[in-house]
Every structure is written in C-alpha cells, then in structure tokens.
C-alpha cells in the first residue's frame, strides 16, 4: 500500500510494550486537543480527544496527557499490538459560531516489532 | 453508506488539467470540512462547510482551488490548471454537528500532476 509519510519521526516498540508518543502544540486557546491514528491509504481515525481544562483522560488501552503550561500532549498506548502500527498525528481544534477546522501536528510513526 | 465517501480514489491529471474531487459526507452531518495532505505531512485544513455556507476558504491555496457543497450534503472540490506542487492527497471530512472533533474522515483522493 502508499506510505503515509516516508521522512516522519519513528518510534519502535516490541509487542506488550507501552508506548508513548509526544506532541507540542502552540495555539493556547484550542479548545480540544485529539489524537488520530493514520494507516497507510486511509484517512485518520479518531482515537482519543481532551479539554483544554482538563490535563488527563482515559480510554480503552490509551491515555492522554495535557500539559498547558509547556504545551505538550502525549499519547499512552497500554500494551501495544501489531495492530497499533501506523503513524500518529495529534490536532488541535478550535471552533466558533462561523469557523471551525483542525490543525495537525507532525505525525510519528509506530511500528510494533514482534 | 456508513462512512465518508471519496472519489475517485486516485487521479493522475497532466498540468494544466482541471480536476473535480468528490465528496459524500455521513448523512445528515452539518459540518464538511477538506483537508490536502502531501507526502509525508499531517493534513492541512484547506476549507469549511456548515451546511451548503461555506464559512472558512482561508486555507485555500490559490484561486485555483474552489469548493462548493450546493444542496449542503455532496461536496466537490475543484483545482483549475493543475500544478506539480498540487499533487497530495485530499481528505474530506464530515461532522454531525459544527464542533470539528468529531470529524470522521474519508480515505482520500490521491491527486498525482504529471
């Protein structure tokens, strides 16, 4: 299949492992902050999102971490898989009555070595 | 159909050729939004529908680029006299309401100018 990007930044993980990928934003005044999951020939995938008021949040087998006053996100992937290979992007949302869009980061690449 | 929809899939245009991209949103989704991802990038917001308004075009290239989403459902982006640095995929993505977090995105078109 096509590569979603070939010169990203590449973190690699032995299966079962815990991985944990970071991100620095620079908008302070987003107003969520999401995490996607790109796999080669498909559009992202919505993982996990998070306030701007709030500076953790779970879900099933991910972790988002928030830090306002360094601006730096982090995805937590609790016992990686094979499947979890793919590269990663986080976004900042920002949205009003008349505009509304998203503003990805740099994605990382996961691969998930067995 | 469940999901957001693209076509075609892949285009391969010579420079200079018009091209029309499709879109076809999750039914009854309010907000559609494109996005132009080059190799290797995360995706680039280029425009915003909230309905058939199209409220944000302000990250539209050049003049070449123009969207439209008539009746508020399918939407078209079109690139006039295509250029090499045109070439990336475009991702459409649709929202039930105008909050951008919950986006899903189709697989994209793949816009090659030779």
């Known amino acids: 299949g096509e590569s979603v990007g070939l010169h990203l930044p590449t973190l690699s993980v032995q299966e079962g492992d815990n991985s944990i990928i970071n991100c620095a934003y620079s908008?302070?005044?987003?107003?969520?902050f999401i995490w996607y999951k790109q796999e080669s020939g498909k559009g992202p995938q919505f993982i996990i999102d998070i306030r701007s008021n709030m500076d953790k949040r779970q879900g099933q087998r991910v972790t988002v971490l928030l830090n306002k006053t360094v601006k730096h996100l982090s995805l937590q992937i609790a016992a990686t898989q094979p499947g979890d290979s793919a590269v990663y992007f986080c976004a900042e949302a920002s949205f009003t009555g008349t505009a509304s869009k998203l503003t990805f980061g740099t994605g990382t690449r996961l691969q998930v070595t067995l | 159909g469940a999901g957001v929809s693209q076509s075609p899939r892949y285009k391969v245009a010579k420079r200079g050729q018009d091209v029309a991209l499709r879109c076809d949103p999750i039914s009854g989704h309010v907000s559609l939004f494109w996005y132009q991802q080059a190799l290797g990038q995360g995706p680039e917001f280029l425009t915003y529908?909230?309905?058939?308004?199209?409220?944000?075009k302000s990250g539209l290239p050049s003049d070449r680029f123009f969207a439209e989403r008539p009746e508020g459902s399918v939407s078209t982006l079109k690139i006039q006299r295509t250029q090499q640095e045109d070439s990336a995929v475009y991702l459409c993505?649709?929202?039930?309401?105008?909050?951008?977090?919950?986006?899903?995105f189709g697989q994209g078109t793949r816009l090659t100018v030779v």
């Open positions: 529908f909230q309905n058939e308004a199209q409220l944000d």
């Open positions: 993505a649709s929202s039930l309401l105008i909050s951008p977090t919950e986006a899903f």
């Open positions: 908008n302070s005044a987003s107003d969520y």
